[in-house]
């Protein structure tokens, strides 16, 4: 059964940290791209950060250096490390797997809330 199960949000100050994890299941896990979104409050939906089966990452340029993506494909699980969160970083973050010569697959999110 093909699932992605995402788990780590909460709520957290301006300034703190977070780490977000999904694991996925029923998938070619070391051979798809793994992607963070986020839909914020209202309901834009941005891609966050991206990560290649070799390991390459790229982010939206307004959490550059502060959000780290990463993979274990042994655990079949891809982090994002959210640091120096800003009440813009606020909303439901989905973790999306993209399989070879596949569409992307959506979890079911995770919502972060950054506020004082």
């Known amino acids: 059964q093909e699932q992605l199960v995402e788990s780590g949000g909460g709520w957290v100050q301006p300034g703190g940290s977070l780490r977000l994890s999904c694991v996925a299941s029923?998938?070619?896990?070391?051979?798809?791209?793994m992607d963070w979104y986020r839909q914020g409050p209202e309901n834009q939906r941005e891609l966050v950060a991206t990560i290649s089966t070799g390991g390459t990452t790229n982010y939206r340029d307004s959490v550059k250096g502060r959000f780290t993506i990463s993979r274990d494909n042994a655990k079949n699980t891809v982090y994002l490390q959210m640091n120096s969160l800003k009440p813009e970083d606020t909303g439901v973050y989905y973790c999306v797997i993209v399989p070879p010569q596949r569409r992307g697959y959506w979890g079911q999110g995770t919502q972060v809330t950054v506020s004082s």
């Open positions: 029923g998938f070619f896990f070391s051979a798809s791209i």
